[in-house]
């Protein structure tokens, strides 16, 4: 089974997994790692590699985080030199419905193919609703 790491600034990504848990119910080998004002940039990049080994059981880890090159998006870019080749992947700007389709689909897909399908899914669920308006009947509103 793929792990699932959620990296980000303050409490986004515990709120993302504890959101999850609400949609697909408790969940094995996901975890979340905040980084706050005050912490050392150094500890966090080690506890991000900690976390990936901790979650790989064979298959590797998707690592989502907030923001492309902030510091969650660069511990990743760190743990390249810690950790074993392709035992993970590191997407960022995590959406809930890329967490949500990444948790469902993580047993039936190789890390490679898995990375590639949650980046579709975030993409294709970014909507605006009156220029998707017309899309709708009454009865779905």
Avoid: W
């Avoid at 901790?54 to 690592?63: I, R, T």
């Avoid at 969650?72 to 700007?93: E, Q």
């Amino acid at each position: 089974m793929i792990g699932i790491l959620v990296l980000s600034h303050g409490n986004f990504s515990k709120s993302i997994v504890d959101s999850g848990k609400m949609i697909v119910g408790k969940n094995e080998k996901v975890d979340y790692l905040g980084l706050y004002g005050g912490n050392n940039i150094d500890e966090f990049y080690d506890q991000t590699a900690e976390k990936i080994k901790e979650l790989d059981d064979g298959d590797g880890v998707l690592v989502f985080s907030d923001l492309y090159g902030a510091s969650p998006f660069k511990a990743t870019a760190y743990c390249v030199k810690k950790l074993r080749p392709n035992s993970y992947r590191s997407i960022s700007g995590i959406n809930f419905s890329m967490f949500i389709e990444s948790v469902l689909c993580r047993e039936t897909m190789s890390l490679e193919e898995l990375t590639k399908h949650v980046m579709e899914v975030g993409k294709i669920g970014i909507k605006e609703l009156f220029a998707e308006a017309k899309n709708f009947t009454e009865e779905e509103a």
